[in-house]
């Protein structure tokens, strides 16, 4: 979902095409072909399109957003067989604008996740396509946090949901737990649920986000909502973990290893049970 990364510097992510940026670090200049399904879809530009032209074209994000469950990735001054050719300034806006003007026919948001500047001195550029289902509020993600015990799975879950640096005694991980004797011990013995969201801009949506947030409030706040299954390490507890991803049907699983742990190898034995 993210096919350009090697071409972007993950800082570099303007709303606009004045933020110019050049590539002289770059030595590819094409992309593998566009994949014929999937979500992921090259256009070289799509500037003043006929009303045919761009009712097939509607009709494409249509099924590129299905392919993506509510999410389609476009990438603009690229050509189908993968070339990056990039577009002045000028044609590259009305090409964002027209595939602003697609996705609006449809119900959905575009946002420029990153732009770059070719040696040419042409832009090419990243964009998400986000339609959330007419049946649901939001597009929702289950990822399965797996790991050995004090990997710091519960520590770096607390963090993002909550938004706040651990203390180094444990307090971002207290919020995870449900029983006493995980705080006692610091080790999750029990199925923990937490959100994270994201508004159609992007931008995070935590307990942090505004005074006294809560669940309720964050589900309604984000365009995406992502659910952490916060999964027991211990082998003690691991029917408890088997269940988590068998009876919570998780889209992805997360496996956090532990760094000053090298010679640890419980976190190997889940990578290879995954």
Request: glycine fraction near 8%; hydrophobic fraction near 35%.
């Amino acid at each position: 979902m993210d096919p350009l990364v090697s071409f972007f510097d993950p800082d570099d992510c303007s709303p606009n095409c004045v933020q110019q940026t050049n590539l002289h670090n770059i030595n590819q200049n094409v992309l593998p072909p566009e994949p014929q399904v999937g979500n992921i879809e090259y256009k070289l530009k799509i500037i003043n399109p006929s009303k045919q032209r761009f009712e097939h074209l509607v009709t494409q994000m249509k099924w590129r957003l299905r392919e993506g469950q509510g999410e389609a990735i476009y990438e603009i001054g690229v050509e189908d067989t993968g070339a990056l050719t990039g577009l002045s300034c000028n044609d590259m806006t009305a090409s964002l604008q027209t595939l602003k003007q697609m996705a609006l026919k449809l119900g959905a948001t575009t946002t420029i996740l990153r732009d770059r500047v070719l040696e040419n001195n042409k832009i090419v550029t990243e964009v998400l396509v986000r339609k959330v289902p007419d049946d649901q509020n939001n597009i929702e993600i289950r990822v399965a946090v797996l790991g050995n015990a004090d990997a710091g799975k519960s520590t770096l879950l607390g963090v993002l949901t909550q938004g706040h640096l651990d203390n180094g005694n444990g307090r971002a991980r207290l919020n995870m737990f449900r029983h006493l004797h995980e705080v006692q011990s610091g080790r999750t013995s029990s199925i923990s649920h937490e959100i994270l969201g994201f508004n159609s801009q992007g931008q995070e949506i935590n307990y942090s986000y505004s005074d006294l947030m809560t669940a309720e409030d964050i589900c309604e706040e984000s365009n995406k909502l992502i659910t952490f299954l916060d999964l027991a390490g211990h082998k003690k507890y691991i029917r408890t973990t088997i269940q988590g991803l068998s009876g919570y049907l998780p889209h992805h699983a997360m496996l956090v290893f532990c760094r000053s742990c090298r010679n640890d190898s419980g976190a190997f034995k889940y990578s290879s049970c995954t």
